[in-house]
Structure formats: structure tokens, C-alpha cells
Nanobody, 122 residues
Framework: QVQLVESGGDSVQAGGSLRLSCATSGYTYSNYYIGWFRQAPGKDREGVAYIRTGDNSTYYADSVKGRFTIAQDNAKNTVFLQMNILKPDDTAVYYC???????????????WGQGTQVTVSS
């Protein structure tokens, strides 16, 4: 079965860094884009970044460009989100998702992880 498992969420001070991991299994890794999304309580799900796993192309929301980096370890079928210069507005549950098409919109994605909490304090 397709499985995506996020890890690495934590509570950090503003300006700090975290690296999130998305471990995937149960499908052909290179056939799917992997996206990172976040959702704060009472807010809509927001696309953060995504990667075309087949050629390593990456895409970012304007709000995180220059601060966040999405990358992959193809041998481990794992995608990372390196988050630097974190802001309180980055506080959310972060999810990874797999889809046949890459997008910062959440609807095109077919498979989702359980989420990992990121909290950034002032």
C-alpha cells in the first residue's frame, strides 16, 4: 500500500531551522511528484513546495522562496524540506503528498501523510 510518513516537526524559535522528512513506500517513487503542504488551525491547506522526482525540478510558494529547500534522496525514496529563517507564520501541521501532477494546490494529490507539527515562537 502507498504510504507517506512525515517526521522532523518540532517547536523552534523564530529564525531557527528544521528539516522535515517524508519517507515514501508502496509505489514507484519516480512516477509521482511529491509536495509539501501546511495547514494552520482554522486556515486552508497551503502549498509550500513540490519536487518532480524524476528530474529533481523544484517549485516553491513565494512565501517560502529563499528560506525553504525541497530535496530528495532517490535511493531512500525520501523527500526533505529544509526550513530556514523560520517565522511564526510558518507554524502549521506540515504534510507531504504524492501526485501524478505537480502543483501547489492540494486537490491533485492522491496520497497523503499524517502530518508533523511545526511550531515557531517569537
Amino acid at each position: 500500500q502507498v504510504q507517506l510518513v512525515e517526521s522532523g516537526g518540532d517547536s523552534v524559535q523564530a529564525g531557527g531551522s528544521l528539516r522535515l522528512s517524508c519517507a515514501t513506500s508502496g509505489y514507484t517513487y519516480s512516477n509521482y511528484y511529491i509536495g509539501w503542504f501546511r495547514q494552520a488551525p482554522g486556515k486552508d491547506r497551503e502549498g509550500v513546495a513540490y519536487i518532480r522526482t524524476g528530474d529533481n525540478s523544484t517549485y516553491y510558494a513565494d512565501s517560502v522562496k529563499g528560506r525553504f529547500t525541497i530535496a530528495q534522496d532517490n535511493a531512500k525514496n525520501t523527500v526533505f524540506l529544509q526550513m530556514n529563517i523560520l517565522k511564526p507564520d510558518d507554524t502549521a501541521v506540515y504534510y507531504c503528498a504524492a501526485g501524478k501532477y505537480g502543483s501547489l494546490a492540494y486537490r491533485p494529490y492522491s496520497y497523503w501523510g499524517q502530518g508533523t507539527q511545526v511550531t515557531v515562537s517569537s
